[in-house]
């Protein structure tokens, strides 16, 4: 018996069918020209579309516009005039002791304004904690005198003093801040009730 391979044309014979059989299994297995005709396929590769780098934007001028405009929470308040403040009540001014009053009447003429606190005038020297000068243009409080005892906002019939804390001053740890100066009727009661006399009130023409 006989077994011609028809793709490299190799001629097996044998006299067992059965064994006829096997060497054709082992040749087809082995068979370099079938093993050669065998395609092996090509993975397909698909390729997707790259993705976009921006995102897609609605371009219509009322997203734009929304797009351009900050959001409640980004918006920066600019400060009043009113909220200035310069000077900061900590530092390395510690080595000052308590000044006895009275307020100079003339400090105007003899003091510079070094900077300003919610938008009050400072005048120097200055050099916190322990020293923190005149304070105020109309409704003014010398600082480094006052003792802290409230007589003045006590006293004060239109509420322009608030306390201030003002930590480490060795006259005081706070003090009577005229926030609302300007709401000033002029009445002298604050300066005609202050115990060491630190207190000087100016009439807007002075
Ligand atoms: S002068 Fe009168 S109104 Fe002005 S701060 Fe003093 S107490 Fe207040
Ligand atoms: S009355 Fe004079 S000492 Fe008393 S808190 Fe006012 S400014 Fe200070």
């Given at each position: 018996?006989?077994?011609?391979?028809?793709?490299?044309?190799?001629?097996?014979?044998?006299?067992?069918?059965?064994?006829?059989?096997?060497?054709?299994?082992?040749?087809?297995?082995?068979?370099?020209?079938?093993?050669?005709?065998?395609?092996?396929?090509?993975?397909?590769?698909?390729?997707?579309?790259?993705?976009?780098?921006?995102?897609?934007?609605?371009?219509?001028?009322?997203?734009?516009?929304?797009?351009?405009?900050p959001s409640p929470q980004?918006?920066?308040?600019?400060?009043?005039?009113?909220?200035?403040?310069?000077?900061?009540?900590?530092?390395?001014?510690?080595?000052?002791?308590?000044?006895?009053?009275?307020?100079?009447?003339?400090?105007?003429?003899k003091r510079q304004v070094?900077?300003?606190?919610?938008?009050?005038?400072i005048w120097g020297p200055?050099?916190?904690?322990?020293?923190?000068?005149?304070?105020?243009?109309?409704?003014?409080?010398?600082?480094?005198?006052?003792?802290?005892?409230?007589?003045?906002?006590?006293?004060?019939?239109?509420?322009?003093?608030?306390?201030?804390?003002?930590?480490?001053?060795?006259?005081?740890?706070?003090?009577?801040?005229?926030?609302?100066?300007?709401?000033?009727?002029?009445?002298?009661?604050?300066?005609?009730?202050?115990?060491?006399?630190?207190?000087?009130?100016?009439?807007?023409?002075?």
């Amino acid at each position: 018996m006989e077994y011609i391979c028809e793709s490299c044309g190799t001629l097996l014979i044998h006299s067992n069918e059965v064994t006829l059989d096997s060497m054709k299994d082992v040749h087809n297995q082995l068979c370099s020209v079938k093993r050669q005709n065998i395609v092996t396929p090509v993975p397909q590769v698909t390729q997707r579309p790259a993705p976009s780098a921006q995102p897609s934007v609605s371009t219509t001028p009322q997203a734009q516009t929304a797009l351009n405009s900050p959001s409640p929470q980004q918006s920066t308040a600019t400060p009043s005039s009113g909220d200035q403040t310069t000077i900061s009540l900590t530092g390395s001014g510690t080595s000052y002791s308590k000044v006895e009053g009275p307020i100079d009447p003339e400090f105007k003429s003899k003091r510079q304004v070094k900077g300003m606190y919610q938008g009050i005038k400072i005048w120097g020297p200055v050099d916190p904690p322990g020293q923190l000068g005149i304070w105020g243009t109309e409704v003014t409080v010398d600082f480094d005198i006052c003792v802290a005892d409230g007589a003045c906002i006590e006293a004060c019939p239109v509420n322009v003093f608030e306390w201030l804390d003002t930590p480490s001053h060795p006259a005081s740890e706070k003090k009577p801040f005229m926030i609302r100066e300007k709401d000033c009727i002029f009445c002298m009661a604050c300066e005609n009730v202050c115990p060491p006399q630190c207190v000087k009130i100016f009439q807007k023409s002075q």
